[in-house]
């Protein structure tokens, strides 16, 4: 975590008056991270997705319930944070239509 998203996640959880969480990341969205980021702050964005060969080839755990992430611009600042409250392992073709729109990401269609 560079040190724009450290002071971040510090000063979020001053504000809150309640110990700081261990887990947390900052990470930036996919191919297009200033708009998928702006689409998670105006709350379209609510669910987001990964290959399982991504974590594997990366050799990164997969994400958590309860784990906290500063979402990075394009440039590394932080923009929000977000709180993983569910983790699936699905199929692609067995994701559900609620999943696919919460993503933010098309036309809010399936």
């Known amino acids: ?6 002071l971040y996640w510090d000063e979020f959880w ?7 969480p261990t ?11 200033d708009h998928l980021a702006q689409l998670v702050i ?3 964005k609510t669910a987001t997705c990964s290959g399982l060969f991504s974590y ?6 997969l994400p958590s319930i309860e784990d906290y992430s500063v ?3 394009s440039k ?3 923009l929000a944070m977000i709180k993983t409250t569910e983790v699936k ?9 609620d999943f696919a729109v919460a993503e933010g990401e098309g036309e809010g269609d399936y």
């Open 76 to 78: 590394d600042e932080p």
């Open 89 to 97: 392992l699905l199929p692609m073709n067995e994701v559900p239509e």
């Open 42 to 44: 105006d709350g379209v």
């Open 56 to 61: 594997e080839i990366e050799n990164e755990p």
């Open 23 to 33: 887990s947390v990341s900052a990470w930036q969205f996919g191919d297009n991270p």
């Open 14 to 20: 001053k504000a809150q008056g309640e110990p700081k």
């Open 71 to 73: 979402i990075l611009n």
């Open 1 to 6: 975590m560079n040190e724009a998203a450290q």
